[in-house]
C-alpha cells in the first residue's frame, strides 16, 4: 500500500532563516506531487505541484520554492523566512494513471515563524 | 476564477442532529471531492461525485452532486462527536486542484 511521510512533524523558525521540509511516498511510481499551505481552520491553498522529477508548477509568487529531485521526493524550501510564512504544511500525491482526481495527504508540517 | 464556497463557515449542533453543508462555485465541476481533517492532521477523501444529479451514500452520510455540476452538498443524519472536523470540497482542473474555505463542525456530545 502506499504512505505519504512529511518532516518535520512541526517547526520553531526565527525570521530569516532557511528553511527545508520534505516528503516523501512510498508504494506508487511516477506520481503527482503536491505542496499546500493552510491558515487555521481554512481552506489549502495550492503552492506548488509537480508532475515529474525535476519539473516544478508554482501557483503563488511568493519566497518559497520546491524541487523535486527524485520521483518520490518532493522538498519545500525558503532561502529567508518571513512571519507571514507560518501555517500547516501539507503535501499531498495521486497517482498519475487512469487521471483520478483524488488526493492523498500526508500528516503535514506545523511551521512557526517567530 | 476556480473559487469554491462553502457555507456554513462554521456549525455547532447537539450529538443527534442532522446537518448539510453546501459547497458551490459559478463554474462547472468535472468532478468534485470531499474531504475531512483533523486537527493537527491531513485531510482524509471522503467521497468522489462526477455525475450530475449524483447521490452517493456513506453510512450516514449522504453526497449530492448538483444537476447542472456548479454545488455540491453533504448532509449527516443524526450526528455523532466522531463527526466532528473541518469539511472541505475540492475540484480538480488538469493537474491543479482548488479547495472551498471549509465548514468547521462541532458536535457536541
Known amino acids: 500500500s502506499q504512505t505519504i511521510h512529511q518532516w518535520p512533524a512541526t517547526l520553531v523558525q526565527p525570521v530569516g532563516s532557511p528553511l527545508s521540509l520534505e516528503c516523501t511516498v512510498e508504494?506508487?511510481?511516477?506520481?503527482?506531487l503536491y505542496w499546500y499551505r493552510q491558515a487555521a481552520g481554512r481552506g489549502l491553498q495550492l503552492l506548488f505541484y509537480?508532475?515529474?522529477?525535476?519539473?516544478i508548477s508554482s501557483e503563488v509568487p511568493q519566497n518559497l520554492s520546491a524541487s523535486r529531485p527524485q520521483d518520490r521526493q518532493f522538498i519545500l524550501s525558503s532561502k529567508k523566512l518571513l512571519l507571514s510564512d507560518s501555517g500547516f504544511y501539507l503535501c499531498?500525491?495521486?497517482?498519475?494513471?487512469?487521471?483520478?482526481?483524488?488526493?492523498?495527504f500526508g500528516p503535514g508540517t506545523r511551521l512557526t515563524v517567530t | 476564477t476556480q473559487l469554491l464556497e462553502q457555507s456554513p463557515q462554521f456549525l455547532s449542533i447537539q450529538e443527534g442532529e442532522n446537518l448539510t453543508v453546501y459547497c458551490n462555485s459559478s463554474?462547472?465541476?468535472?468532478?468534485l471531492q470531499w474531504y475531512r481533517q483533523e486537527p493537527g492532521e491531513g485531510p482524509v477523501l471522503l467521497v468522489t461525485?462526477?455525475?450530475?444529479?449524483e447521490v452517493k451514500k456513506l453510512k450516514r452520510l449522504t453526497f449530492q452532486f448538483g444537476d447542472a455540476r456548479k454545488d455540491s452538498s453533504l448532509h449527516i443524519t443524526a450526528a455523532q462527536p466522531g463527526d466532528t472536523g473541518l469539511y472541505l470540497c475540492?475540484?480538480?482542473?488538469?493537474?491543479?486542484?482548488?479547495f472551498g474555505s471549509g465548514t468547521k463542525l462541532n458536535v457536541k456530545p
Open positions: 499531498a500525491w495521486i497517482p498519475l494513471a487512469g487521471g483520478s482526481y483524488e488526493q492523498y
Open positions: 508504494g506508487t511510481s511516477n506520481p503527482n
Open positions: 509537480s508532475v515529474g522529477i525535476g519539473q
Open positions: 463554474s462547472v465541476f468535472s468532478s
Open positions: 461525485v462526477v455525475t450530475g444529479g
Open positions: 475540492a475540484r480538480g482542473n488538469f493537474n491543479k486542484f482548488y
